[in-house]
């Protein structure tokens, strides 16, 4: 019943009352996507954060601890790529200002615009600082199994990379996923409501 007297108001409503809805409205849905959507990044970096110092602190006892060069290269390897992900992760989030309450909403949009655009071109290049750094220490320490004075041990290398190359390739997939499904629709809904603010 509120709901049909309302939407007749609505309705009734001159057309400039339209607008001055709808803009408040669509203010209204946009903030809440971006907090929702900003409270999802904060969590999948603390899940980042601390799987590369898991991945810090296994891979640096082989560093450390292993007699084979080799490993100890491809350890330090990884640990290097892990140590890696953590700065850039936290690099982008130094650079992002905190709302101030003396900004207009478009002030607002704008800012987060920037942030969420930095972290998308975080995950655009996620092969080159992500994916390849461990990667490539996961080959070579993979290789002190060449080491192994038996036939099998090439066999068992390849496969080992090409498990590795599919792992880096799922990771590669799942975040140009997220690109396209969640970082350029609130990009665009962001771009949207500047325009209409303007």
Do not use: C
């Amino acid at each position: 019943m509120l709901d049909q007297e309302l939407q007749e108001l609505w309705q009734e409503a001159p057309s400039d009352m339209q607008v001055k809805f709808n803009q408040s409205k669509l203010m209204i849905d946009i903030n809440h996507d971006i907090r929702k959507f900003e409270r999802t990044l904060l969590w999948r970096d603390v899940g980042e954060i601390v799987a590369a110092m898991a991945v810090m602190i296994t891979f640096g006892r082989i560093l450390f601890y292993e007699s084979v060069i080799v490993a100890q290269v491809g350890s330090g390897v990884i640990t290097f790529g892990a140590l890696l992900v953590i700065y850039r992760l936290l690099a982008v989030k130094r650079f992002r200002k905190q709302p101030s309450l003396n900004y207009s909403f478009k002030n607002y949009l704008e800012q987060r615009y920037q942030h969420l655009y930095k972290e998308k071109r975080l995950l655009d290049t996620i092969l080159y600082w992500y994916i390849l750094p461990i990667l490539v220490g996961y080959a070579i320490l993979g290789s002190a199994l060449l080491y192994i004075p038996h036939w099998g041990a090439w066999v068992f290398y390849v496969f080992y990379l090409v498990l590795g190359i599919g792992v880096g390739w799922f990771i590669w997939w799942l975040n140009r996923r997220a690109v396209t499904k969640q970082f350029n629709p609130i990009l665009e809904r962001i771009e949207t409501a500047l325009k209409s603010l303007e």
